[in-house]
């Protein structure tokens, strides 16, 4: 069975600091995709980044970017400059069919200014 | 884009009474998906749809749950007899996907939080 883990229940980081958020995943497939969500207090889920597992690129947007590791099973989210908007809910994700989006349990970050 | 709505934001019930939600996804979305998060947890897939067609509802929590995507636009998630462990958000998110593809965006509402007293 497909799962999410994400072993860090929270997170804080100091402003203009830099973070990186983890996630491990356990999977049998070769062909996936993940995901980072980011949920603010206003409940709404928005993508923050995407990445193809048949790419071995790290994804990048903007100040985000993965470190993912394939044979590790590893996606970890590095937040660089981080700003007080930042300040959110991290989900981890992996899909492998239409049927479903695993997520994991996911870390509270906390920006301090 | 005016995003994805979701009515009510907030519904209170009695156990055993039945509640509906509604879903109104981005107006060119073919897909549309609905997803439970209780506390402390990250979302669970329930079931979805393409167009019209709710092409998995194995996930569905039990035979109390059921969805519709009448003519593919608007969706409702309802509940029938409810049930203390109902308690949860129910998250709607809605696509445009082209074929297969896996990888694409998912735009997600803000959720409806339900009780069940």
């Known amino acids: 069975a497909q799962t999410v883990t994400q072993s860090q229940p929270e997170m804080s980081v100091q402003e203009a600091e830099t973070v990186t958020l983890s996630c491990t995943y356990d999977t049998s497939e070769s062909d996936y995709y993940l995901f980072w969500y980011k949920q603010p207090p206003s409940r709404q889920m928005i993508l923050v980044i995407r990445q193809e597992a048949y790419k071995q690129q790290n994804a990048t947007e903007n100040r985000f970017s993965v470190n993912f590791q394939k044979a590790a099973k590893s996606f970890s989210l590095k937040i660089s400059d981080s700003q007080l908007g930042d300040a959110a809910m991290y989900f981890c994700a992996y899909r492998y069919n239409n049927n479903d989006m695993r997520f994991g349990a996911g870390t509270r970050l906390t920006v301090k200014p | 884009d005016t995003g994805v709505s979701q009515n009510p934001r907030h519904k209170i019930t009695k156990r055993g009474q039945n509640v509906t939600f509604r879903c109104d996804p981005i107006s060119e979305h073919n897909r549309l998906y609905w997803y439970r998060q209780t506390l402390g947890q990250g979302p669970e897939f329930l079931t979805y749809?393409?167009?019209?067609?709710?092409?998995?509802k194995s996930r569905l929590l039990s035979d109390r749950f059921s969805a519709e995507r009448p003519k593919g636009s608007f969706s409702t998630l309802e509940i029938q007899r409810t049930e203390q462990g109902d308690s949860a958000m129910y998250l709607c998110?809605?696509?445009?996907?082209?074929?297969?593809?896996?990888?694409?965006?998912?735009?997600f509402g803000s959720g409806t939080q339900l009780s069940v007293l």
């Open positions: 749809f393409q167009n019209e067609a709710q092409l998995e």
């Open positions: 998110a809605s696509s445009l996907a082209v074929g297969t593809a896996l990888n694409e965006k998912l735009f």
